[in-house]
């Protein structure tokens, strides 16, 4: 996956989250608005910031790019009906494992959002198959393609970890015996781990491999003896000692052509046609208007 389409999944993940959180505020105004008009969220000195001007503020800001932001959703789920043009449950799994895997720590970003990532890439995948869906490809085109761009298609085996660092083993061992009793190890990871970078997101280190040079070998080592949602033994390592989690581990695989000459062919036709990636090609066919603010159609 080209790094300027991870980028775009990534912004799109911004904006729905700022979406949920405007909603979540706003959720209380259906009800009392008067109520939540005199809510206080911050004070500086004897001068109040109401939460209504934080709501508006926040609409200001965001609210036109979260609004196109779903609207192109919306036209490509339309389109993709009208065209009959679907994404398979394949399709998006190869294509997430994918991004996991090329990407490693931006996975720690991806993965808080498992179902809504999913419904990004689905929406990202019917695009382009809307916009080449009528871009012919040669078969030994594709294949030629292919071949030149193999590693591409290769992904290594990837490990999902989270950890805690401790200075002792001591530690380590009094870590492991509260997660034994139940503790959360996001919990533990945010309270205990002195590695602050991971501990702000609960010891999530994203996605690694073997080539990764940014990680102890021992992780590599532990994580692959360790199963799906389980914590490791005390690990020894340069700086200390560690306990690991496991998230997920992604068997690596090399892709055959059969296996991804669709994708292939959306590639190639998106080079070919030189068009922006962007559901706004389709804003005049489903009669796209606006009514927020002083927005024009683009």
């Known amino acids: 996956m080209p790094k300027q389409k991870l980028r775009a999944i990534i912004a799109g993940l911004a904006l729905l989250n700022l979406l949920t959180i405007i909603i979540f505020v706003i959720k209380p105004l259906i009800f009392s608005k008067s109520v939540i008009g005199?809510?206080?969220?911050?004070?500086?000195?004897?001068?109040?910031?109401?939460?209504?001007?934080?709501?508006?503020?926040?609409?200001?800001?965001y609210g036109e790019d979260v609004l196109e932001e779903m609207v192109d959703k919306e036209v490509v789920k339309q389109a993709a009906e009208k065209y009959k043009v679907k994404i398979s449950d394949k399709?998006?799994?190869?294509?997430?494992?994918?991004?996991?895997?090329?990407?490693?720590?931006?996975?720690?970003?991806?993965?808080?959002?498992?179902?809504?990532?999913?419904?990004?890439?689905?929406?990202?995948?019917?695009?382009?198959?809307?916009?080449?869906?009528?871009?012919?490809?040669?078969?030994?085109?594709?294949?030629?393609y292919y071949e030149e761009n193999k590693d591409v298609y290769r992904i290594p085996t990837?490990?999902?970890?989270?950890?805690?660092t401790t200075s002792t083993k001591k530690q380590a061992e009094r870590i492991r015996h509260e997660l034994e009793k139940g503790v959360s190890f996001e919990v533990l990871a945010?309270?205990?781990?002195?590695d602050e970078f991971t501990a702000n997101q609960g010891g999530d280190m994203g996605y690694i491999s073997q080539a990764n040079e940014q990680v102890p070998k021992e992780y590599i080592e532990a994580a692959e003896k360790l199963q799906a949602n389980k914590w490791s033994e005390a690990i020894k390592t340069e700086d200390g000692w560690a306990v690991l989690y496991l998230h997920e581990k992604i068997k690596g695989k090399q892709y055959k052509y059969e296996e991804v000459k669709d994708k292939i062919h959306r590639q190639i036709a998106l080079e070919q046609i030189q068009a922006p990636v962007s559901g706004k090609i389709f804003w005049d066919e489903f009669d796209v208007e606006w009514f927020y603010g002083s927005k024009e159609q683009k």
């Not at 990837?158 to 805690?164: P, V």
């Open 38 to 61: 005199e809510e206080t969220a911050a004070k500086v000195g004897s001068k109040d910031i109401s939460r209504e001007a934080w709501i508006n503020e926040l609409e200001k800001r």
């Open 158 to 164: 990837t490990y999902h970890i989270s950890h805690i």
């Open 190 to 194: 945010m309270e205990k781990s002195l």
């Open 91 to 144: 399709e998006i799994d190869r294509e997430l494992k994918m991004m996991k895997t090329m990407y490693g720590a931006a996975g720690q970003t991806l993965n808080k959002s498992t179902d809504q990532l999913r419904q990004e890439v689905q929406s990202s995948l019917l695009l382009e198959k809307l916009l080449t869906k009528d871009v012919s490809v040669s078969g030994a085109v594709m294949e030629k």
